[in-house]
Structure formats: C-alpha cells, structure tokens
C-alpha cells in the first residue's frame, strides 16, 4: 500500500515540476513576445531612420528667428510620385502627431511578416498607390509586439494629420477622414477606392490597417484619409510637426 501511495506521489511530483516547468517557459515566451521584440523592433526601426538618405531640412537665415524652424509652405498642385521600389526597401518614414512620444517609423515595400512587418516596421501594400499617387496608399503595421507601430491607431480622430516623408525628400501630410473595422476578409479598404472595388480612383488617399482588437487577428482596424498638401523638404518642415502644432 505504501509502495502504491509512494508512485502516486511520485508521479504527481514529476507532473507538477512538468508543468511548472512549462509555465516558466510559457511566462518566458510571453516577455519575449510582448516585450523584447518591441525592444529590439524600436532599436532596428530607429536605425534604419537613421540611415535613410534624407537630405538636412533647411535652417533659417541670419536675419530670421534663429531658434524657430523653417516651416515649409504648403502646395496643392499634383506632387512628384516615386516609383515603387523592390520588396522589403525602406522609402519613407511615417510620423503621427496624435501619437506624442512615439518614434518616426519607417515604410517599406511588401506587407509579409518575414521580411517587412517583424523586421523593418511599417509595410506598403504592393499595387497600391505611392505618396502623393492618385489612389489609396495603403500600409500595415504591428498594433502589438515588433515595436507595434500602430499600437496607438484607435487614438486617431476625422482630421488628424499624418505626415509622410520620402527619400526622394518630399513631404506629404494627409487628413484622417474616416475609421472602420471590418473582417479580414474585407480587402476592399485598400481597393484604388476604398470600398468600391474597381472604381477609378480622383482623390489622393492613404489607408492604414493593422489587427483588432488588441491582441487578436479576428478584426482589422482601419483608417482611411486624404492628401492636404505636399512640399519638398528643402521649404521647411510641416507645421504639423512643430512642437505646439494641433
């Protein structure tokens, strides 16, 4: 009988180290997941930004305000459009100013994990429109883990801008115009006009998707806006970009 007793215990035993063991690396795969990777993600990003061949924004003139940024003055005509580059090219950088605090982010060719999404940040759509490209220039990126560049997407509102910059030195700053969560299934947000697949696109538009809601890729979360302007980055910067800007 105490022979019996003593198994039970034992296996008991082994089977609570087991699964002690599993919650250790469970708990391990979890910090991993959901904060090391932002670490690493955040660290990648910024270098990259760092290495992209933007030339110096113009500084003022011995006569101006020599603390003040030159603001760039905004145009309205049909603005320079780049070429797609090849996949996984970093070729613009995307910054929010709704999201105070957050890091300038980069864009790069394609939307898969592997190459783009877990490793470079924010993903361009293939087929869809460049800056400023009559059409919808659509973009993906981590709302969790990878340095979740669109962690903070729910926060956007109707006429928020987000300014996007690129490495053929050209600004273009677009206006939230609406927001919607949809199914995955749902691939018309990134149609030429959202929505309406196989419409001919007039407006210069933009289109931001990641997965809904937090921590799950049941829904996408999308937010879609339009071109206001565009300048070249030898005029200046956006004044949406300067500190005190709305």
Known sequence: M???RDAVYGTIGVIGEVLITLGVLLFAFL???LWWTDVVGNRAQAQ???ELPFQPLPTPTPSGNSS???VATPRHGDPPVMVQPPHATTFATMQVPRWNGEPVRPISQGTDRATVLDVLGVGHYDGTAMPGGVGNFAIAGHRTTFAKPFNRITELQVGDPIVVRTTD???YVYRVT???IVAPTDV???APVPGQPGATPTERMI???TCHPMFSARQRYIVHGVLDYWAPTSDGTPVELLDGAS
């Open 2 to 4: 105490s022979r019996t």
């Open 48 to 50: 990259i930004v760092a």
């Open 188 to 190: 018309d947000v990134i």
């Open 178 to 180: 609406s927001t919607e």
């Open 207 to 209: 289109t931001l998707t």
């Open 31 to 33: 910090v991993w997941q």
């Open 169 to 171: 030195n050209i600004w």
């Open 68 to 70: 003040a940024p030159v």
